[in-house]
T-cell receptor, first 113, second 112 residues
Framework: DGGITQSPKYLFRKEGQNVTLSCEQN?????MYWYRQDPGQGLRLIYY???????QKGDIAEGYSVSREKKESFPLTVTSAQKNPTAFYLC????????????FGSGTRLTVV | SQQGEEDPQALSIQEGENATMNCSYK?????LQWYRQNSGRGLVHLIL?????REKHSGRLRVTLDTSKKSSSLLITASRAADTASYFC????FGGGNKLTFGTGTQLKVEL
């Protein structure tokens, strides 16, 4: 089945640590996205990539980094510079062409301990 | 930034009733999309309406778009307990490069 897989489902981070969230898709989609969702809130865009080896900052990129070395993969690193990283992180992909919806992963819940 | 604002923030209805939620946005768009999110899960795409369309149907869903008022509404007819979820509108802004900006969401509860 085609889909988008995020791992792990739950992640705990100590203060000062970097952690990496995985996002893999087998939909042959060109574009991939990372969003952050805080309790009771909408989604805010962190980074997006419309093609391999290229990515752009979203609205809240500070304290995060990404790479897009393969079409299927778009990992997100939450660095120690992100002061309030506790949130639900959602990865999505799309064909990259206008007029199509996104396919979302099931999310990673990150908690700072 | 959050382009869309949904109204109401929360809605509670009885099974079999219709549920209407509204979305307002700020800039010109290519299209507007509605998504559903069950608690603690990812979002699921429900329906997309293009800027040159006024109404669209999909099963029990009906979406309208008024670009002059920069607003959209989602109607779920004959609601079921399984429709209980949060619903988000998302806009693909004109010239925005196919990245979606999401609203704040409406929490729908359908009671038996």
């Amino acid at each position: 089945d085609g889909g988008i897989t995020q791992s792990p489902k739950y992640l705990f981070r100590k203060e000062g640590q970097n952690v990496t969230l995985s996002c893999e898709q087998n939909l042959n989609h060109d574009a991939m996205y990372w969003y952050r969702q805080d309790p009771g809130q909408g989604l805010r865009l962190i980074y997006y990539s419309q093609i391999v080896n290229d990515f752009q900052k979203g609205d809240i990129a500070e304290g995060y980094s990404v790479s897009r070395e393969k079409k299927e993969s778009f990992p997100l690193t939450v660095t120690s510079a992100q002061k309030n990283p506790t949130a639900f992180y959602l990865c999505a992909s799309s064909s990259g062409q206008g007029g199509y919806g996104y396919t979302f992963g099931s999310g990673t819940r990150l908690t700072v301990v | 930034s959050q382009q869309g604002e949904e109204d109401p923030q929360a809605l509670s209805i009885q099974e079999g009733e219709n549920a209407t939620m509204n979305c307002s946005y700020k800039t010109s768009i290519n299209n507007l999309q509605w998504y559903r999110q069950n608690s603690g899960r990812g979002l699921v795409h429900l329906i997309l309406i293009r800027s040159n369309e006024r109404e669209k149907h999909s099963g029990r869903l009906r979406v309208t778009l008024d670009t002059s008022k920069k607003s959209s509404s989602l109607l779920i007819t004959a609601s079921r307990a399984a429709d209980t979820a949060s619903y988000f509108c998302a806009t693909d802004a004109f010239g925005g490069g196919n990245k979606l900006t999401f609203g704040t969401g409406t929490q729908l509860k359908v009671e038996l």
